[in-house]
């Protein structure tokens, strides 16, 4: 149903997607993984007819978003990352409108307008309430109602529960998953690995404008190998410290950040832990907080991209240590 | 595309601009203020030296001119809002006409011409302005008056869709009116104007509206005014139409190929 062929666009001399290929089949949620800068937004973009790619092409339901924009948009919904919703208009006019331009007739519009505003938990507000009054995770429910309308064969959103408190977030999820099992076809963008495990049958890895790895959540886990051992510190010396007390009984050290953490293989799982935990008392190295755990796509983003998630390499290139530009914050909304 | 669904769009969109004056009904203030700021200078600041009741009677028809052109930087203002704040990324995702964004732009904003025009009929009548023709001639220039204001909210729309932001579209909305208002035959005799200004004032399209007004609601200039001359001064109705039309043929097509090109930026 969505399918990109060799996708390429450049913003200057910034390569913002290299080579994106990419297919979602009916009834499927496709996660599309990536920290900011990726080329997530890029994508979704070009999918939505909202940008033009440089080279390649993509088509929405068989349709080409480069020579039949018009086929692919009647076959779409979308729901973006900042809510595009008219701030003076009530959220039945909202999503009255979208039905209208959709070519439905005013009163079925307004019927499907209604349905969606129960079905999204928002016909609970006064009649005539703005959704300039809504709280933010009001707005992002309109807005996916709105990509909702006109029941599309093929829903992209980006990154819709950044910005929403847990039970928002839940509900999104419930909604999504719901899309999937009706045949819709679901391209998701996300920086929450734990979203993209929760809801995508596959997920690609995207970095530095191209797919780094493809597979089912579990493929993608297995990939990352076995378990790990989570530790924390209280010192920041004992990160280093532990580290090579970790390496010298042969456990693979995978994160080391600046939040006093760190993660290790554990191949041996209980064995490992126990191991590791004496080869740290025999340091004196005081631990606060020790745990053993599967892997998450942490360790699988880890894995591919040679550093963790939301840390974002420099313009361009996508591996190597020696380009590393760690960048906190990111780091810090990486993690839901 | 056919037409019929741009019209159709077009509407849906108008009605959604409508919506929107009605519940911020503060962003009308300009519209309704600036007209009656421009009657009081032009009637009581220069029309004493200009010649009095005689210019007022002379000046409606320039105002009426200035303002409609001024209002297109209402469609520039607007639209750039639209543009930047997310909400055509909406509407260029969904299955609609491309011309309908901007039409139902430049088709809404007429309210706030016709408002803007009501005013500064007001403020004519309250200085001792007078329509002096059949209810039927006045009514046709009024009509006249909304197709110009109907043309001129393209040229706004090529500003809003040219402009990378919402200050350049603002600023530069604003920027183009002065000379294109105040080098015509608007607020003094085309014909008084110096050298090559005089060929630009006569051609001018402010200055056929206005001229065309004024021929319409029965105004004549004041008596030591140079009678202007030429063909555009001689045929004012036929050439404040065509100009409506080239203007219309000319930015029309600028504006939805530039809304187009978005997808390129």
């Avoid at chain 2, 025009?117 to 008056?145: E, K, M, Q, S, Y």
Wanted: hydrophobic letters at 45%.
């Amino acid at each position: 149903m969505i399918s990109l062929q060799s996708i390429t666009k450049s913003f200057g001399t910034f390569q913002a997607l290299d080579g994106v290929n990419l297919e979602v089949p009916a009834g499927t949620v496709q996660g599309l993984l990536g920290p900011n800068g990726a080329g997530k937004t890029t994508t979704v973009r070009v999918l939505t007819t909202l940008l033009e790619p440089d080279g390649g092409d993509a088509s929405i339901a068989g349709h080409s978003v480069r020579t039949q924009g018009d086929a692919a948009r009647r076959s779409l919904g979308v729901s973006g990352q900042y809510a595009a919703v008219d701030d003076k208009l009530t959220g039945l006019e909202n999503l009255t409108l979208v039905g209208q331009l959709y070519g439905m007739r005013r009163r079925a519009a307004k019927a499907r307008a209604q349905e969606l505003l129960e079905h999204f938990r928002l016909d609970g507000v006064p009649m005539g309430q703005r959704a300039g009054s809504y709280s933010g995770g009001m707005r992002r429910r309109l807005d996916l109602a709105g990509a909702l309308v006109a029941r599309p064969p093929v829903v992209i959103l980006d990154e819709p529960t950044t910005g929403l408190d847990p039970r928002g977030r839940r509900d999104t999820w419930d909604a999504i998953s719901a899309l999937a099992e009706d045949g819709t076809a679901v391209l998701l963008t996300t920086q929450y690995l734990e979203e993209a495990d929760e809801l995508a049958d596959s997920i690609a890895v995207i970095d530095g404008g191209r797919i780094v790895a493809e597979g089912t959540p579990a493929a993608l886990k297995a990939q990352a190998g076995g378990s790990h051992i989570d530790l924390a510190f209280e010192l920041s010396d004992a990160v280093p410290a532990a580290r090579a007390a970790l390496s010298r009984i042969g456990l693979e050290v995978t994160a080391d950040d600046l939040s006093l953490r760190l993660s290790a293989t554990a191949p041996r799982r209980q064995e490992s832990l126990q191991a590791a935990l004496n080869a740290l008392a025999e340091a004196q190295i005081e631990v606060v907080e020790a745990s053993l755990r599967q892997p998450t796509l942490d360790d699988v983003f880890l894995k591919i991209t040679q550093r963790p998630a939301g840390v974002r390499a420099v313009e361009g290139s996508a591996t190597g240590p020696s380009t590393q530009h760690f960048d906190a914050p990111a780091r810090e909304e990486a993690r839901p | 595309m056919s037409v019929l669904t741009a019209v159709r769009d077009g509407g849906i969109i108008a009605q959604r601009n409508f919506t929107n004056v009605r519940r911020t009904p503060g962003a009308l203030v300009t519209g309704v203020a600036q007209p009656i700021i421009f009657v009081l200078i032009m009637a009581f600041v220069f029309g004493g030296a200009l010649g009095g009741a005689e210019y007022r009677e002379f000046l409606i028809g320039g105002l009426l001119a200035q303002t409609l052109t001024f209002n297109s930087s209402f469609t520039a203002v607007y639209l750039a809002k639209d543009l930047h704040h997310g909400i055509v990324d909406r509407f260029r995702v969904l299955p609609m006409s491309r011309v309908g964004v901007v039409l139902g732009r430049t088709w809404s904003d007429l309210i706030t011409s016709v408002i803007s025009t009501v005013v500064l009929v007001l403020c004519g009548l309250a200085i001792g302005w007078r329509a002096t023709t059949d209810p039927l001639t006045v009514t046709l220039t009024f009509l006249l008056l909304l197709l110009y204001a109907f043309a001129i909210a393209w040229v706004g729309a090529v500003v809003a869709l040219t402009a990378r932001s919402v200050e350049v579209a603002q600023s530069l909305g604003l920027l183009w009116l002065f000379p294109v208002c105040f080098i015509s035959g608007a607020f003094v005799s085309a014909d008084s104007l110096p050298g090559p200004l005089q060929g630009i004032a006569a051609w001018n399209p402010v200055t056929a509206i206005a001229t065309a007004s004024r021929q319409g609601f029965g105004n004549s200039a004041p008596a030591q005014f140079q009678e202007a001359g030429g063909w555009p001064a001689e045929n004012a109705m036929l050439y404040a139409i065509l100009c409506c039309l080239a203007i219309i043929a000319a930015f029309a097509p600028i504006a939805v190929s530039q809304y187009r090109r978005i997808s390129k930026r």
